[in-house]
């Protein structure tokens, strides 16, 4: 021990404390949290620091706006006011006498403008901005009419940042024929994050810098957009309801995760694919009740199909492999899509009731087999580890019957049973898989199913074993994501004329897709806007401690 | 041996605590700023580097964590200066704050403007200041400069022109 008597005090402190770190890191080694499992922690750590940070943020902006300084002659212009959304700006200003203001920010190369009118007249104004331009100086027009119809007229000016990241060089090709047949709107997309929106030139109009899974829901009753932070298949997830200017309104918590898909039931609640950390995962619905954030209802999918049955994709644990879910308006019952078993199931809510199943007939057990409906007509094909039900308008007026647009993958099409090792032959295809957007009329009466259209039969280049999305517009026209497997990281959308099958839109984009819907950037509900509404946050106080302190 | 991950952690920041208290400077760092009417700004932090590297990891589709790595170099000869600033509105009224007004000097009065785009700030793990103008708040962030090496050795200020008015501050 002769070498601790040569050492100075401060160095044997020194070595003591290394000797208790070390030991202390040895005996932690058991609890070392892995980045998989860091990440969802951070990114709920982020949002709940947004949230209070938007406070702060607001409370300096409505001071800002008291100090009576900001007029039609010199109005406040901010730029991403909460930090987040960096194509979005708020302008503020008071007028001398009560006048209803519009704005305009015109369209590049084409493009459709970007308009906006406050509905009512009024002396104070604070207009939301959006679809601006990146990395530009973005020329707005302000206009004002008094309510003797005399007008004003101003330009200004908001500069914006050039995109950064990921987001930098995601356009690859865009190719349109004749605008007028194109759908208005600005394309939002399904992904990871950050979310974003483009215009039909390809040109991203709108970003919204806050991690998030890939589950969406866009709330066209008033413009709000939901998404999901944190953990995918189980374990905790924020949800959260967010306005395209990036203020954050209403936060849920969930323990179940929240993986694919989530809408709202007629009530007014959220019903939400799910799961629990157990022996099976992707087959849990489960329902949160909007005025009290609780978890009012939950549905093991174990108790009402089979998961013994094999299809393809399907594994002891991601049997089911819930994908999408679509609530049947005036019925109680769910449109659920299930990619492992290759069907599309109407389901009543909260009954747990298999009403019928749209799905290829083998392997399922005699109760399920007597739910499954008989094709009709020559051309019919199943769908194979489909996405994307859309319940479509009463297309032949006959109440009998409802309508679907599918996105069929075709993913065991041919070729029913993959191990890893032919996944990774995908790329080559050699099977001549082929993916599909297919409208199916089911007739509930009768039992059947027909196959109305569809787009994509026998077009390998847009094969998409996983993901893919097809819409039908307002125009009549179908907007489809395709997320072809022969190219890695790139997308494909496609505006569909479907009395030619006719493309009259297409861009590729360097990433992977999921979903696209096509949606206007401002609503009615815009016209009305204010600042400083408190959030309904429904995260238990021992949930944000937990993540805040931890 | 520990029941629980707060009684680890709390023991392991005591000790840390301990270490640095024994081996920390005696010089409390005190943060000097520049004020006008209506905004105060100061340094919280600065460093200099040759180099930005940073990850960046988001859950995918499938649940699974994608992990990209990030790297950026200045011009040759050059560093980056990066400055973790605060500016803070402290009057509310028409005033904005912009970037094109704010330099950082040499001590042979070489002036040098904010880095055109930072963004890469953004992929790091740094908090980055948005580069647009300032009209409202308290705004924090990280901001770069690029600057040559022979400068970054000599003293450096911040230069501040507010409503009409040049400030300066020493980067210590």
Redesign the interface.
């Given at each position: 021990m002769g070498f601790l008597q040569k050492m100075s005090f401060?160095q044997l402190?020194?070595s003591v404390?290394a000797l208790?770190?070390l030991v202390?890191l040895f005996?932690?080694g058991s609890?070392v949290v892995s980045?998989?499992e860091m990440?969802?922690i951070w990114?709920i750590r982020s949002l709940i620091q947004q949230i209070q940070v938007q406070g702060?943020?607001e409370a300096?902006?409505l001071?800002?706006i008291?100090?009576g300084?900001?007029s039609w002659e010199?109005p406040?212009?901010?730029?991403?006011p909460y930090?987040v959304s960096?194509l979005s700006a708020l302008i503020f200003f008071s007028s001398e006498q009560p006048i209803r203001v519009s704005l305009q920010l015109p369209g590049k190369n084409g493009g459709q403008d970007v308009v906006f009118s406050s509905n009512a007249f009024s002396e104070e104004h604070l207009l939301p901005v959006f679809g601006l331009f990146p990395g530009e100086t973005n020329h707005l027009l302000l206009q004002g009419i008094s309510q003797s119809g005399e007008k004003w007229e101003k330009e200004i000016q908001i500069?914006?940042?050039?995109?950064?990241?990921?987001l930098e060089n995601l356009l690859l090709s865009v190719s349109q024929g004749d605008p007028s047949r194109i759908q208005e709107g600005f394309n939002f997309l399904f992904?990871?994050?950050p979310k974003v929106a483009f215009d039909e030139n390809g040109e991203i109009r709108w970003v919204l810098a806050l991690?998030t899974?890939?589950p969406v829901l866009y709330d066209t009753r008033n413009g709000k957009k939901w998404f999901c932070t944190g953990?995918?298949?189980f374990g905790d997830v924020i949800i959260w309801e967010v306005s395209l200017l990036g203020r954050i309104s209403r936060v849920y918590y969930s323990p179940y995760g929240v993986?694919h898909d989530f809408a709202f039931l007629e009530n007014g609640n959220l019903v939400l694919l799910g799961s629990e950390n157990g022996p099976t995962i992707e087959d849990l619905v489960y329902e949160i009740d909007v005025d009290t954030g609780e978890i009012v209802f939950e549905l093991d999918m174990k108790t009402v199909l089979d998961p013994a049955r094999e299809a393809p994709g399907s594994f002891p644990r991601d049997w089911l492999h819930l994908n999408a879910l679509e609530v049947v308006s005036g019925e109680n019952s769910l449109i659920l899509s299930a990619r492992h078993q290759s069907a599309l199931i109407k389901m009543g809510y909260p009954s747990g009731e298999i009403e019928w199943i749209l799905g290829f007939p083998e392997g399922w057990d005699n109760s399920l087999a007597s739910k499954l409906l008989t094709p009709t007509g020559d051309d019919f094909e199943w769908p194979f580890t489909q996405h994307s039900p859309q319940i479509l308008p009463d297309w032949d007026r006959k109440p009998n019957t409802m309508d679907l647009m599918v996105f069929d993958n075709g993913y065991g099409r041919f070729h029913r049973h993959f191990d890893e090792r032919e996944e990774k032959k995908l790329l080559e295809n050699p099977w001549r898989e082929y993916s599909r957007v297919v409208h199916y009329r089911v007739d509930e009466q009768e039992r059947t199913v027909e196959q109305v259209w569809q787009f994509g039969k026998g077009d390998l280049e847009l094969f998409s074993d996983?993901?893919g999305d097809g819409n039908v517009l307002e125009n009549g026209n179908v907007l489809s994501a395709f997320n072809v497997s022969n190219r890695p990281y790139t997308g494909v959308f496609l505006e569909i004329a479907p009395e030619s099958n006719e493309v009259v839109w297409q861009v590729e984009w360097g990433n992977?897709v999921?979903c696209i819907e096509r949606l206007p950037l401002y609503g009615s509900f815009d016209a009305v806007f204010s600042l400083g509404d408190p959030v309904d946050n429904f995260i238990p106080e021992e949930v944000i401690g937990k993540y805040v302190q931890e | 041996?520990?029941k629980s991950?707060a009684w680890?952690r709390t023991?392991?920041l005591l000790?840390?605590l301990?270490?640095l208290w024994?081996c920390g400077s005696e010089d409390a760092e005190k943060k000097e700023g520049i004020s006008s009417f209506f905004w105060d700004v100061h340094i919280e932090r600065w460093e200099t580097t040759p180099l930005l590297k940073s990850t960046?990891?988001?859950?995918?589709?499938?649940?699974?964590?994608?992990?990209?790595q990030?790297e950026q170099t200045p011009s040759e000869g050059m560093v980056f200066l990066l400055l973790d600033l605060v500016v803070e509105?402290k009057q509310?009224?028409?005033s904005v704050f912009s970037w094109g007004d704010v330099f950082v000097e040499d001590s042979e009065g070489h002036r040098f403007s904010r880095h055109p785009?930072d963004?890469?700030l953004?992929?790091s793990d740094r908090q980055r200041m948005?580069?647009?103008?300032l009209?409202?708040?308290?705004n924090e962030g990280f901001v770069c400069f690029e600057i040559p090496e022979g400068s970054a050795k000599g003293s450096l200020r911040l230069v501040v022109l507010l409503e009409q008015q040049e400030h300066s501050l020493e980067i210590k």
């Open positions: 401060p402190v020194k404390l208790f770190f202390f005996f932690s609890q980045e998989d990440v969802p990114n702060q943020k300096f902006l001071e800002e008291s100090s300084g900001y010199n406040l212009v901010v730029l991403d930090g960096p500069p914006t940042e050039s995109l950064s990241g990921k992904e990871d994050d991690p899974l890939q953990n995918y298949h993986h996983s993901r992977d999921y | 041996m520990f991950k680890g023991t392991c000790f840390l301990v270490f024994g960046q990891s988001s859950v995918q589709y499938n649940g699974v964590v994608q992990t990209v990030h509105k509310a009224g028409a785009n963004s890469f953004d992929s948005k580069g647009t103008s009209n409202f708040g308290k």
